[in-house]
């Protein structure tokens, strides 16, 4: 299984940002896909989570209205798009499948965002 993370980077409070997740390795349009992220010092935390055709998703309380998670089952890739960026939201952000828990204990490098102004 590998995931590959990317579209981060430092972005001013109030900002936006579309990160993408692509997977492989596993059926991907089968199963459910969430995002992540682990702030400096901070345990990783679930971010959002979206089952496997797309129609039903689930926020984390700091980013629900601000955040909104998305796949394309044909390019096996997961997105995030984050508006109106905090610098609470400062982590590295991670993909994995699952709705909420993490399946796999492997992970992809990650994608740095950095929210400051």
């Known amino acids: 299984v590998q995931f590959v993370e990317s579209g981060g980077g430092l972005v001013k409070p109030g900002g936006s940002l579309r990160l993408s997740c692509a997977a492989s390795?596993?059926?991907?349009?089968?199963?459910?896909m969430s995002w992540y992220r682990q702030a400096p010092g901070k345990k990783r935390e679930w971010v959002a989570g979206?089952?496997?055709?797309?129609?039903?998703?689930n926020y984390a309380d700091s980013v629900k209205g601000r955040f909104t998670i998305s796949r394309d089952n044909a390019k096996n890739t997961v997105y995030l798009q984050m508006n109106s960026l905090k610098p609470e939201d400062t982590a590295v952000y991670y993909c994995?499948?699952?709705?909420?828990?993490?399946?796999?204990?492997?992970w992809g490098q990650g994608t740095q965002v950095t929210v400051s102004s």
């Open positions: 994995n499948r699952g709705m909420v828990f993490p399946f796999f204990t492997s």
């Open positions: 390795g596993f059926t991907f349009s089968s199963y459910g």
């Open positions: 979206i089952e496997r055709t797309g129609m039903s998703t």
